[in-house]
């Protein structure tokens, strides 16, 4: 059966062209059908490929399937190659599972939009390229899928492109990625320059074995590295992009945070995990990116009115957990964080499209309430998936693999005291911010009510990410097994008065402080949030969290602005001015040429005489 996995890839390209080719042809029901089976048929060839991965184990725990040269020109010859191992065989499980969850949800909630075929040729097209992305062999391949990851975030994010504001948000995005993405095609060029070759896997034994621990080639290398999965994962400081990002339809907003696009930077950096362990200065900049980044961003969601928006800041923080875990060499942490929050993500937006679209498009928290009844399985899995995310202890997913990246923070070898105290506050963040949004939407005194309820093609996705997102965080262990053949284990170097118990302790302590206080501020005495803001240092606080520190602000300032002034200042291009002279120049000798066109034989004749004289004279005397 593994001799099928060029299927997974193959399956929603096909799909997603007959979709564009013919989609304006096909019922709804069709296209739906199109869209979400070709996800479901990818799902269950990951999953008989992986039982053949399990069952009978290729040799060295990877299986590499060529299908043809791409290119061959002066000795480059990247080819078109799938690369199997437990590191892909992972994120595959995830991304056709969840992706196809989203795509039946998607059936039912996209069923009154235009665009109906439009939507899943531009999902399918989505998936295929994240496929693609996992599975390429080279680097070269990696980045065919990760530019048709950016464009089709493009294409759904500015999907009602009517909207002037949704077309902003499209472009944003894929403005701001692209300088992560400029970062990366350097890097390629640079690995290639040096070591000779853009196939994964000996791009990592000829850096190993030419590159010396720390030296100039490996850590440039590995920042530029770095630059692209900063942009493409939202981080620090191209985080921007994911917050506007929201405009498009709900059900993109959860494939694009829980099992496409932001993750992909991730996945970058835990595919060369050897060329970041030979630049520890730049594995040092994923710690610091990632601690950073995921404090930044649960401020900012602390303070978010729009319910999307709030999973927004919570994605960009949640991905700062695992750059955290990159960055200290807790590889397979990471990872293991990555597998639960694409549960209770894809989950926690899932359940935010069934109010939205239950409240007549309503997004803000301060205006919902009391839907705990009203709507009540979104309710509960919606609770589940918030409780994962916040780290209800010994429970919940999220609880699991969250503090197993906060104890690394301490414990290993590229640890430190410093990160461990970001991800401790990072918790209390989280808690604060998303039982915030809980108490806000479903209890308390009933706001908008609602005026639809979800089918069973919206219900029954939430139930089994819900399962998801409670029981998968009893699968750390295996899957840490699992993922040893392909990433290293967590060096674990420091202990001291924090063991791993204690963390672990710590954190459910800090879980209990942030559901404290948000059941305190906003359900208990709401008008206690407001008294916080009301004051001058409160509203410039808030503020500039609301506006995501600024940086917005600082961007426009340093370079939109002096974009726009320059542009002003040479509107008469100089460039242009050349061509425009070569214009004129032409245009005048036309208008003098024109004036030979008289009409009048006799002068004919006499220029056609005064040229021969001339010829024959240049020749004779020559």
Not at 41 to 55: D, E, H, N
Not at 199 to 219: C, E, H, K, P
Not at 564 to 579: G, L, M, P, R
Request: aromatic share 14%; with cysteine.
């Amino acid at each position: 059966m593994i001799r099928l996995l060029w299927l997974i890839p193959a399956l929603p390209f096909a799909s997603a062209a007959i979709l564009m080719l013919f989609g304006s042809r096909l019922s709804k029901r069709w296209a739906a059908t199109l869209g979400a089976g070709s996800i479901g048929l990818s799902a269950v060839i990951t999953i008989l490929v992986a039982i053949s991965f399990l069952t009978t184990p290729p040799a060295g725990h990877a299986y590499t399937q060529f299908l043809w040269t791409w290119i061959d020109v002066g000795g480059f010859r990247p080819q078109i190659g799938l690369y199997l191992d437990s590191l892909s065989l992972v994120m595959l499980l995830v991304v056709t599972f969840v992706g196809f969850l989203i795509h039946v949800y998607s059936a039912e909630f996209m069923s009154e939009d235009a665009g109906f075929s439009r939507f899943f040729a531009y999902m399918n097209l989505f998936v295929a390229s994240m496929l693609t992305l996992l599975l390429g062999n080279n680097l070269l391949l990696l980045y065919l899928g990760w530019e048709g990851v950016g464009l089709c975030s493009y294409l759904l994010i500015g999907f009602w492109y009517l909207d002037p504001a949704n077309g902003r948000a499209a472009r944003k995005a894929f403005i701001v990625t692209r300088i992560g993405d400029t970062a990366m095609s350097l890097g390629l060029f640079l690995l290639f320059t040096h070591l000779g070759t853009l196939d994964i896997q000996n791009l990592m034994q000829r850096a190993s074995a030419q590159w010396t621990t720390g030296s100039f080639y490996a850590v440039t290398a590995a920042l530029l590295l770095l630059g692209g999965a900063v942009g493409k994962s939202a981080q620090l400081p191209l985080q921007v992009w994911l917050p506007d990002a929201m405009a498009g339809p709900t059900p993109v907003s959860a494939l694009l945070h829980a099992a496409t696009m932001v993750t992909a930077g991730v996945y970058l950096i835990a595919r060369t995990h050897v060329l970041f362990s030979l630049a520890p200065s730049a594995q040092l900049a994923v710690a610091v990116v990632g601690a950073c980044t995921l404090l930044l961003a649960g401020c900012s969601a602390l303070t978010q009115h729009d319910i999307k928006r709030i999973l927004a800041y919570s994605t960009v923080s949640q991905i700062g957990y695992m750059f955290l875990a990159l960055g200290v060499g807790a590889w397979q942490a990471a990872m293991f964080h990555f597998v639960t929050h694409a549960f209770f993500k894809a989950l926690l937006f899932l359940g935010a499209g069934v109010v939205i679209n239950a409240l007549d498009d309503e997004h803000s928290i301060f205006r919902m309430g009391g839907l705990r009844k009203e709507l009540p399985v979104t309710f509960w899995t919606f609770l589940i998936a918030g409780c994962s995310l916040a780290g209800l202890p010994f429970l919940t997913a999220g609880f699991f693999s969250k503090d197993l990246i906060i104890w690394d923070a301490w414990s290993a070898q590229n640890g430190h005291p410093a990160l461990w105290i970001a991800g401790i506050l990072g918790a209390l963040l989280t808690a604060l911010y998303t039982f915030r949004m809980i108490f806000r939407v479903f209890f308390g005194p009933i706001g908008i009510p609602v005026t639809k309820r979800p089918g069973f093609a919206m219900t029954m996705p939430l139930v089994v990410l819900g399962f998801l997102s409670i029981v998968g965080g009893y699968l750390k262990q295996p899957l840490l097994d699992f993922l040893h053949s392909a990433l290293p284990a967590t060096v674990e170097a420091h202990a001291g008065v924090v063991t791993e118990i204690r963390s672990e302790a710590i954190a459910a302590v800090i879980f209990l402080i942030g559901l404290y206080f948000a059941y305190l501020f906003h359900l208990q005495k709401r008008n206690l949030a407001d008294v916080l803001v009301a004051n001058p240092i409160g509203r410039t606080l808030h503020d500039w969290w609301f506006a995501d520190w600024g940086l917005d602000w600082i961007y426009d300032k340093v370079f939109v602005q002096p974009f726009i002034w320059a542009s002003e200042i040479n509107k008469s291009d100089f460039v242009d001015a050349f061509y425009a002279g070569v214009a004129w120049l032409t245009r005048w000798s036309y208008q003098e040429l024109s004036r030979t066109e008289t009409g009048r034989v006799r002068w004919y004749a006499a220029g056609m005489a005064a040229g021969s004289v001339l010829f024959i004279a240049m020749v004779v005397f020559k």
